[in-house]
């Protein structure tokens, strides 16, 4: 109840459920595209299980802090740079963000052709346990930043269970918006190029300030919104006569019959006699 009524308790969870929807981002894009091949009932059921999942591991990290404080501690020495596991985990992660984003992009301009059902099954638990691995690299950088914001445990959960219901919200939207434009696709796959590197250079405790990287995705974001308006306004301006010649244009030509021999004469009836000429009559 006292923690009710403490002005800084209310500060420190709205600034921390803000930082940690801000970092959701990062979460919600990558769901996007992990479950973007898979069929539309599987890529939602992904989605809710990779942000229950999500949660399910902030929270069970936010009671181990002791454990998440010693992840921070260095474990060997390498080029002159000391590593700890935080470090390991977070350049293990950029890389794989790397890999996965560099093959998404070459199945979409390559193509992968069809897939069997046994290949959709397998793909969907490959799905599931990347999603899996990207939350625990998402969620152990969101708890090291609660941890560094807030000083009881009550706020972090508190905190964390607001965003993934936020990120919950945001995920199908999200992801359908992907999926009805295509080019948003290759924008978030270089989205995930910004988000590896970033983590692979806090790994290498050189930081990226995230600011720069969310700026840089918002304009970009922001140029494509643009593009999808000012395509969306072509398609109105255009007039629905020109709409229907472009589709005529488009049907196939029927090469039954040639211009040069004329109609063909209709089945079951016999063909037209003309009438003879004045020099058939004389005859």
Known sequence: MELLLDPSVWAALVTLTALEIVLGIDNIVVLSILTQRLPPDQARQARAIGLSLALVLRIAMLFAISWIIHLTYPVFSAAGREFSWRDLIMIGGGLFLLVKATQEIHASIEGDGHANAATAKASYSAVI?????MDMVFSLDSIIMAVGLAQHIEVMVAAVCIAIAVMFLAANPVAEFIKRHPTTK???????????????????????????IYFAMGF???????????????????????????????????VAASPA???APLAGRPP???KPTSKQRRR
């Open 129 to 133: 346990a990347q999603i899996a691995v």
């Open 261 to 263: 021999s004329g109609p």
């Open 220 to 254: 970009a974001a922001l140029v494509e919104a643009f593009n999808i308006w000012a395509k969306a306004r072509r398609e109105r301006s255009v007039p629905a006569s020109g709409r229907s010649e472009s589709e005529t244009a488009k049907r196939p030509v029927s």
């Open 186 to 212: 290759m924008l978030g796959l270089a989205f995930l190029f910004l988000i590896g590197v970033a983590l692979i250079a806090d790994g290498f405790e050189v930081h990226i300030p995230r600011g720069y």
């Open 272 to 274: 037209r006699r003309g």
